[in-house]
């Protein structure tokens, strides 16, 4: 039995549908790999929000995220701010693109959907684009007094300052990054040849452990090194004793008599005892 959750809806008239719904305010729509972006003027992103939510065939009445992308090549308006919206009754994905840059904001969608209040705090805290109409719009992942904003191509890997305990202060404190040479030594050799420094444990393998076995010495080496391991074991003799001589066993008299046999030691039944 089949789930009861509606099939997927497919793009067929998605896009002729926004065409119709949007008219000036769309500048560009899309199909790739499945799925439609439209791309719109930043002055009429509320209007735009508002007619893919409440127009009749589109019904996108749910935003599920809110996400920047940085192209610093561009020299202007850098940034997109893309919108990822949800039908619910079609079961139907579309996005929602926008540009802008640091200093001209982008009109707040909080209005139609408030959960946007939180998402438009992420892209502010990681690539700096602003909103128009966000009541609060502060920092919701980095510290307080952090510099910049890390999701920029251009932000350093390490940023600028780094934060610590100081036990002289008894305090958390921030100071520029220092980063220590000591363990900075980046070796881009070639793992499959092999590095060419001695690493610490490699002179244990100067001898090789058996003769033939495979290792980068020379003959003349192998050849020495296997005298020195033969020395070092001297072969022990096994004594072996044949003879009577060797072993010293005695040889039996003519008229030896049996002695007699110990009574106390496994008698013989029926001798000296009562039946």
Known sequence: MRAPAPAYAVNDGVIDSATTALGSKLDLATELVGEVALHVARDSLVETMLALRDTPGLEYQQLMEIAGVDYPDRGVERFEVVYCLLSLTR????RVHVR???TQPVPSVTGLWPVAGWLEREVYDMYGV???GNTDLRRILTDY???????????????YVEMRYSEEAKRVVYEPVRLAQDFR????MSPWEGA???LPGDEKAALPETKGAPTPLSADTIQKADAAQT???APTETKTTETRAQTGAGRAE???TPKPRDPDVNPTPGKGQNQ
């Open 91 to 94: 079961n139907h994905r579309i």
């Open 100 to 102: 802008s840059d640091d």
């Open 130 to 132: 602003l909103f128009s």
């Open 145 to 159: 007094g952090f510099r910049g904003h890390p999701q920029r191509k251009d932000f350093p890997l390490t940023g």
């Open 185 to 188: 030594n980046f070796d881009f």
């Open 196 to 198: 060419q420094y001695v």
């Open 231 to 233: 020395a070092k074991v």
């Open 254 to 256: 003519a008229d030896a």
